[in-house]
């Protein structure tokens, strides 16, 4: 567990060792481990600390997770390590040591655990795994998943998600709400990646610097400085949205929090997702303002 009481997400932990499989028969850690292949069951196949490990297909994934959840939850595991609790164990076929493994079990003790410590601007770790027109999909731990709306990953806007976060990225959150009936989360990003001011300290009046275009308007395009910053650009009709430019800095206001700029160039296609940089990465976020 983190210091700010949330559970590792899967693929944060390092592989478990032999040792740590004997001993969790007792202690009931919770482990990790790469999933080699999933049956025509669904049951999921391991080699823990070297040896047999099978997750049995209704040890897959929770039960507050749908029929078509738990199916999707199997097929995806394979090729990545998830996380499990050890219920026993039993002797192969071929007769070798096979541990019966639990990823059920660590799910609803990570959820407990949520929902027990787990509050509204807490700023935690997650990974992305999914990525939806409306929104991107967070693993929040042991493979609970939460949903990142489109609108709460940057003040910046974005036409979708790939635009600011690769598959399986590492980021850090904010938790926005936690439904305890439904078991569901919901998280926000924008207020880790900075106010106004903190990202206007970055540049200077007189600077050259890259840009995508965001949007265009009749009275000038909106070029993204940074994911929580645009300025105000003249109006070019031959560079669409979602370019990169050049662009020179001929103006910032803090008093009004504008900044205008001068086009200066295309540049092509940006390459995303472009970089994060968070201003805050633990802790808690609370009476955010974007704006002085």
């Given amino acids: ?124 770790r997650g990974q992305v795994t999914h990525l939806a027109p409306f929104g991107a999909f967070v693993d929040v731990g042991c493979g609970l998943v939460a949903l990142l709306p489109l609108a709460n990953i940057s003040v910046a806007r974005i036409r979708h998600p790939a635009e600011r976060f690769a598959l399986h990225q590492r980021i850090r959150a904010v938790v926005q709400s936690i439904d305890p009936q439904q078991k569901r ?20 009046v007189g600077e050259t610097v890259p840009g995508i275009v965001r949007s265009c308007k009749p009275y000038g395009c909106f070029v993204e400085l940074t994911p929580n910053l645009s300025g105000l650009a003249d109006s070019r009709e031959d560079i669409p949205e979602g370019r990169l430019v050049s662009v020179y800095i001929r103006s910032i206001q803090p008093q009004t929090g504008k900044i205008k700029l001068q086009m200066v160039q295309e540049l092509g296609q940006p390459d995303f997702p472009t970089p994060l940089h968070y201003q805050i990465t633990g802790g808690s976020v609370s009476g955010w303002r974007y704006r002085p």
Avoid at 86 to 115: K, P, Y
């Fill in 1 to 124: 567990m983190e210091e700010y009481k949330w559970p590792l997400p899967e693929g944060f932990r390092e592989p478990c060792t032999l040792r740590q499989l004997q001993d969790a028969l007792a202690s009931h850690e919770t482990l990790a481990s790469p999933v080699l292949r999933c049956d025509a069951q669904r049951n999921l196949h391991l080699r823990p600390g070297g040896c047999g490990g099978i997750i049995p297909q209704d040890q897959v994934a929770a039960p507050f997770l749908s029929g078509a959840q738990r199916d999707i939850a199997a097929l995806s595991c394979v090729g990545r390590s998830v996380c499990f609790q050890v219920t026993g164990q039993r002797i192969a076929a071929d007769g070798s040591t096979e541990f019966l493994l639990s990823r059920r079990l660590a799910q609803e003790e990570a959820m407990e655990h949520i929902l027990r410590h787990g509050t509204p601007g807490m700023v935690i």
């Fill in 185 to 204: 989360i919901v998280l926000s990003h924008r207020e880790l990646l900075g106010t106004w001011l903190e990202n206007a300290a970055r540049f200077r």
